[in-house]
């Protein structure tokens, strides 16, 4: 069946069976970006945002999405880039598989709640698993970045 959507600001018709999820149909049309890990939405690598809002492309039915807004970390770019700088200032990077999911809902938490603190930060966070830090470069940059009006 076909669904139309909004994906990164462009309007697009994907072509996807009905017991498909969204991160299946997204890597077929090569939004690599969203990646693969546990397949049951326990580690937050395959976030995309549905209409703003961070979840796990893995456990939504891409049929759901028809008429939808779908943001991979492509569509915010700048942000990411951003995000990546204080990454790299602090360290805080190492093999990047988490990147892209981590970047989505920290710029998804910017837009909801600029003066997040540690906690508001942590509990934002705790879908999205890095299996290489140990999260606290990681949130140093994340708060480093939400104070970045630029
Ligand atoms: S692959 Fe979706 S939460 Fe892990
Ligand atoms: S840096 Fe490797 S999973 Fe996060």
Do not use: W
């Not at 700048?78 to 989505?104: T, V, W």
């Not at 920290?106 to 540690?118: F, I, Q």
């Amino acid at each position: 069946m076909k669904i139309d959507l909004t994906i990164n600001k462009q309007k697009r018709t994907f072509l996807v069976e009905p017991n498909e999820y969204l991160l299946d149909v997204l890597r077929r049309y090569d939004y690599h970006s969203v990646r693969r890990g546990c397949d049951n939405t326990s580690c937050g690598v395959c976030t995309v945002l549905l209409d703003g809002k961070p979840v796990p492309s893995c456990s939504v039915l891409a049929i759901r999405c028809e008429n939808r807004d779908i943001t991979t970390v492509e569509g915010i770019e700048k942000e990411a880039e951003k995000l990546a700088h204080y990454f790299g200032e602090l360290g805080a990077d190492q093999c990047g598989y988490c990147n892209p999911s981590m970047a989505l809902t920290v710029y998804a938490l910017k837009r909801e709640n600029k003066n997040a603190g540690d906690e508001d930060i942590k509990s934002y966070l705790v879908g999205n698993l890095c299996r290489c830090t140990g999260y606290v470069a990681q949130h140093e940059a994340i708060k480093r970045y939400l104070g970045d009006e630029s």
